[in-house]
C-alpha cells in the first residue's frame, strides 16, 4: 500500500473479509441453534423410550450443538470487537493518509491563491470603474445610485475570513 487509492482498496477488503466471518460466525449460531432443537426433541424422544443408550447419544449431541453455540458466539463477539488493522497497518495506512491529506490540501490552498488572485483584479477592475464612474458624475452633477462593487466583496467577505492569510501564504508553495 502506497497510495490512498491501494489503501481504499485495502480497507474494502478488509472489511468485506471480517463482514464475511462475522456472517459465516452467524450462519453456525442459527445451524447450533437449529441442533440444539433437534436434540433436545431427540433427548425427549430417548426418555420416553427409557434406552439409557439413546438417552446418552441425545445429551452427547445437546451438549456438542451447545458448545457449538458457545464458540460460534465468542468468535462472532472477538469479530466484532477485533480491529481490521494490525498496529504495523494502522501506521503505515495513518502515514500515506496524513501524506495524501497534506498533499492535497497544498494542491488545494494553491489553486484557491490562483482564484484569490483573480478575485483580487477583478476587485482592482471594480475600484478603477467605480472610481471612473464618480468622477463623470461628480463632472455631469448627476448623483449615482448606491451600488456595491466587487471591491467591496472582495475586501468584507474574502479578506476577512480566517483562512485568507494561509491561502495567501500558499502562492509561494
Known amino acids: 500500500m502506497k497510495t490512498i487509492e491501494e489503501l481504499e482498496v485495502f480497507l474494502s477488503e478488509r472489511v468485506s473479509e471480517k463482514a464475511e466471518k462475522i456472517k459465516e460466525?452467524?450462519?453456525?449460531?442459527?445451524?447450533?441453534?437449529?441442533?440444539?432443537?433437534?436434540?433436545?426433541?431427540?433427548?425427549?424422544?430417548?426418555e420416553s423410550k427409557e434406552t439409557p443408550n439413546a438417552y446418552q447419544t441425545a445429551k452427547d449431541a445437546?451438549?456438542?450443538?451447545?458448545?457449538a453455540k458457545e464458540f460460534y458466539t465468542k468468535q462472532l463477539e472477538k469479530l466484532?470487537?477485533?480491529s481490521l488493522l494490525t498496529g504495523q497497518e494502522r501506521q503505515e495506512a495513518?502515514?500515506?493518509?496524513k501524506g495524501y491529506l497534506l498533499k492535497?490540501?497544498?494542491?488545494?490552498?494553491?489553486?484557491?491563491?490562483?482564484?484569490?488572485?483573480?478575485?483580487?483584479?477583478i476587485s482592482d477592475r471594480s475600484n478603477e470603474f467605480a472610481t471612473k464612474c464618480e468622477n463623470l458624475s461628480d463632472l455631469i452633477g448627476y448623483p449615482l445610485p448606491r451600488v456595491d462593487y466587487a471591491r467591496a466583496f472582495y475586501a468584507?467577505?474574502?479578506e476577512l475570513v480566517p483562512m485568507y492569510p494561509l491561502i495567501t501564504e500558499s502562492k509561494g508553495e
Request: proline residues 0%; hydrophobic residues 35%; aromatic residues 6%.
Open 25 to 46: 460466525c452467524k450462519e453456525n449460531i442459527q445451524k447450533s441453534d437449529q441442533e440444539i432443537e433437534k436434540a433436545n426433541a431427540y433427548l425427549l424422544d430417548a
Open 62 to 67: 445437546l451438549w456438542s450443538a451447545s458448545n
Open 80 to 82: 466484532k470487537n477485533s
Open 94 to 97: 495513518g502515514d500515506i493518509l
Open 104 to 121: 492535497t490540501n497544498r494542491e488545494q490552498y494553491q489553486e484557491a491563491a490562483g482564484l484569490m488572485d483573480q478575485l483580487q483584479a
Open 156 to 158: 468584507q467577505v474574502v
